[in-house]
């Protein structure tokens, strides 16, 4: 039997329809799950709290945002929070760039999944385990880099900014180095080789042509590790010392004051969307 043109347009139609359908329910909840979320936080934001019970009392108010943005200390605290996010991002773009790029352009093709599992295999430990790594590392007398640096006649940083910022860039360094991997896993062959017929020398290739080319790669990775350094508030507790950051001050609060957590707890939202909205003005994001 032979199966007409329009018939088999219109079981093609309808096969793609039951997929769309298909996917579209588990879609449709984590929107609802995701949005619905961020909507009760702003929803908790709003209202009051009995200092006297610590009870949550359903009454709006704008209080809490009164509080946030204009207490000096509250300011501080997201001037530290955001210097922290940009330092970690760029360090880790720093590093990630040319790994990616040994990886995707340099490394032979049998090695390059090797390479990557060694990327990937730092994931696979416990947070926890890395933090307390580093924090017996960081130790000011008896700690491994107080060890190493010594006998030159220094001592370690101790506890602080700069333990916070080494131990966020190592745990998001794999978020940063997977995307540029691809995309300059994707970059064609054809292009470098015109800029190195027209003349053009490696250091001028890889600024002018290949980095250009990957810099939505570039772009997304920073997303996953500046909303996550963004976010974080463990590491800063056991790295940090007396340092703290946006997170640390929602975990303080969480249990005395939630619709005040609730309210601090939208400063890094209202920041990245910030960022990904000045992001997607640019372009970067429109050949991901």
Known sequence: MTITTSARRYLHRNVRARISAL?????????VIYIGSLAALFI????????????VIREFTLQNFIDVFTDRA????????????ICVTLICATIAIPMAFFMARIARPRSRPILI??????????????????????????GFINWLISPLGGSSPGFGILAVIIGLTYLWLPY?????????????????????D??????????NIILPITWPSIIAGSIFTFSLS???????????????MLGNVVYQNFSLNLPFAAAVALIPVIIMMVYLG?????????NL
Do not use: C, H
């Not at 908790?44 to 009870?55: P, R």
């Not at 990327?119 to 008896?142: C, D, H, N, Q």
């Not at 691809?182 to 080789?193: C, F, Q, Y």
């Open 23 to 31: 996917l579209a329910l588990p879609l449709f909840w984590l929107v």
């Open 44 to 55: 908790t934001s709003i209202w009051k709290i009995d200092t006297f019970t610590s009870k």
């Open 74 to 85: 509250y300011f501080n605290v997201t001037i530290r929070t955001l210097f922290v996010a």
């Open 117 to 142: 599992a060694l990327v990937i295999t730092p994931l696979w430990a416990s947070y926890l385990v890395k933090i307390y790594a580093w924090r017996t590392m960081f130790y000011p007398e008896t």
């Open 176 to 196: 940063m180095v997977l995307p540029i991997y691809a995309g300059m896993e994707k970059l064609p062959d054809s292009v470098i080789d015109a800029s190195s």
């Open 198 to 207: 027209l003349g053009a020398k490696s250091g001028r290739t890889f600024f």
């Open 230 to 244: 963004m976010g974080d508030y463990i590491t800063v507790q056991i790295l940090g010392g007396t340092f703290q």
């Open 278 to 286: 000045s992001v997607r003005k640019t372009g970067a994001l429109d």
